[in-house]
Nanobody, 122 residues
Framework: QSGLVESGGGLVQPGGSLRLSCAGS????????IGWFRQAPGKAREGVSC???????KYADSVKGRFTISRDNVKKTVYLQMNSLEPEDTAVYYC????????????????WGRGTLVTVSA
């Protein structure tokens, strides 16, 4: 088991906001690169955003300017703040981590949570 647990998903209207949380072990959340992924019905899983252990971030083009990833090492949690949500953002969102990446983060992860469903609909 990865020990990663996502929360914060739910139903939101277009234009609304949600904040997802990814909780894990203190060691993992402090020293591993962490990423958020999503999988919409009938589509492949895609990387949404990731954050390195030193705080450098990366975003998919589809969410730039709308989503913000952050990490709180004291609370052992990584967040994904999602604003201006669109129906196309509807998906199961997964948190994942890697202890083998060096430097900036990428979407090649080793450990996965079980996901949280985000539905954007009027």
């Amino acid at each position: 088991q990865s020990g990663l647990v996502e929360s914060g998903g739910g139903l939101v209207q277009p234009g609304g906001s949600l904040r997802l949380s990814c909780a894990g072990s203190e060691f993992m959340l402090q020293y591993y690169n962490i990423g958020w992924f999503r999988q919409a019905p009938g589509k492949a899983r895609e990387g949404v955003s990731c954050i390195s252990r030193n705080g450098r971030t990366k975003y998919a083009d589809s969410v730039k300017g709308r989503f913000t990833i952050s990490r709180d090492n004291v609370k052992k949690t990584v967040y994904l703040q999602m604003n201006s949500l669109e129906p196309e953002d509807t998906a199961v969102y997964y948190c994942a981590s890697s202890g083998t990446q060096l430097g900036d983060c990428n979407y090649d992860m080793d450990y996965w949570g079980r996901g949280t469903l985000v539905t954007v609909s009027a």
